[in-house]
């Protein structure tokens, strides 16, 4: 089931009693991770993992969670969730983050779960998509070769982690931002060869 899976990592991130959270949805449903759940309440490393394995038997996969195997974690560009080289990965949805979280009965716990029900999994605003800027070819002949290079790797991994997803809305905007990538990336490449004459690519282009 997990390799049918289409997850898109959301660009924006969530505050949640001052830790920020990335934002993880399939289907328009928000879904979180142990590691998530662990960050929000300040809980120590494993704590909301060692809690699921207890109560492995109360949970329904598809209703309380979903298991991701590690191909579908490499393929849709979701390493910032999880540790790399992760072979099996488990997504909470709202219910089993309800479920999971009963026996924290401290009064941070109380705020989190409103926090996290009222904000993040339940907020109605929908998955925007905000087109990666790159400078022009012009501008990045300008600057450093060094520079220009982070620059345009810098956006290619940000087109890539908010775009990238086969299947999402995003896939459009990520081949136009390609259409602009592709010249940013030879022409940084031919900034790095030692015959690269910039005043020459300046007339060539700006004439």
Not at 66 to 78: A, H, K, P, W, Y
Not at 144 to 167: E, Y
Not at 176 to 202: C, N, S, T
């Amino acid at each position: 089931m997990s390799d049918y899976l289409n997850l898109e990592a959301g660009q924006n991130e969530i505050l949640i009693q001052l830790k920020q959270l990335p934002t993880l949805e399939f289907n328009s449903q928000r879904l979180v991770t142990f590691s998530m759940i662990d960050t929000a309440h300040q809980r120590p490393k494993g704590t909301a993992k060692s809690a699921f394995g207890r109560h492995r038997s109360r949970f329904v996969l598809g209703r309380h969670f979903f298991e991701l195997t590690g191909d579908v974690i490499r393929t849709q560009l979701l390493s910032e969730f999880f540790p790399k080289h992760t072979r099996k990965g488990i997504v909470i949805t709202e219910m089993g983050y309800l479920l999971l979280v009963k026996p924290f009965q401290d009064d941070l716990s109380w705020l989190v779960q409103e926090e996290l029900v009222n904000a993040y999994f339940r907020c109605q605003e929908a998955v925007t998509f905000h087109h990666v800027e790159l400078p022009s070819l012009q501008e990045l002949a300008a600057i450093p070769v060094a520079d220009a290079q982070s620059t345009v790797t810098r956006a290619d991994k940000h087109s890539k982690q908010l775009h990238g997803s086969q299947g999402s809305n995003g896939m459009n905007l990520r081949k136009k931002e390609l259409k602009a990538l592709r010249p940013a990336e030879k022409l940084v490449h031919a900034m790095g060869q030692i015959g690269f004459d910039k005043y020459k690519w300046e007339v060539q282009h700006n004439g």
